[in-house]
Nanobody, 120 residues
Framework: VQLQASGGGLVQAGGSLRLSCVAS????????MAWYRQAPGEQREFLAE????????NYAGSVKGRFTISKDNAQNTVYLQMNNLEPGDTAVYYC??????????????WGQGTQVTVSS
C-alpha cells in the first residue's frame, strides 16, 4: 500500500494550489483520508480530514475557509484545494490515510510529502 502526493510548488501570496494524493496497492477500503503539513522546525500539523463517504469533514481553524478537502472514492484520491495562500502556509504537505487490508486490518499510512512554498 502506498500514498503518493503531488501538486506542490511555488506560488505567490494570494495564489492557489491543489494537492492530490492517491492510494495504491492491494487493500479492501480506504477509510479516513487527511492532510497534514510540517514547516521547518515545527511539529507536524493537522489540516483537514474526510471520512470514507465524505459525510464528515473536519478542518483545522488555521485553514478553515481557505482550504477545501475532497475525495474521489472511485480513484482512491484525496484533494486539498488551497486558496488565498499566505507565506505562513509554506511547509511540506503530507497526506495520511487509514487503510484496511485483510492481512493487517486498519492501519495508518503516510505519503512522501510535497513541498509548498508561498512567496510574499
Amino acid at each position: 500500500v502506498q500514498l503518493q502526493a503531488s501538486g506542490g510548488g511555488l506560488v505567490q501570496a494570494g495564489g492557489s494550489l491543489r494537492l492530490s494524493c492517491v492510494a495504491s496497492g492491494s487493500f479492501s477500503r480506504v477509510n479516513v483520508m487527511a492532510w497534514y503539513r510540517q514547516a521547518p522546525g515545527e511539529q507536524r500539523e493537522f489540516l483537514a480530514e474526510i471520512i470514507q463517504n465524505g459525510a464528515n469533514i473536519n478542518y483545522a481553524g488555521s485553514v478553515k475557509g481557505r482550504f477545501t478537502i475532497s475525495k474521489d472514492n472511485a480513484q482512491n484520491t484525496v484533494y486539498l484545494q488551497m486558496n488565498n495562500l499566505e507565506p505562513g502556509d509554506t511547509a511540506v504537505y503530507y497526506c495520511h490515510a487509514n487503510i484496511l487490508t485483510p492481512e493487517r486490518g486498519s492501519r495508518p499510512y503516510w505519503g512522501q510529502g510535497t513541498q509548498v512554498t508561498v512567496s510574499s
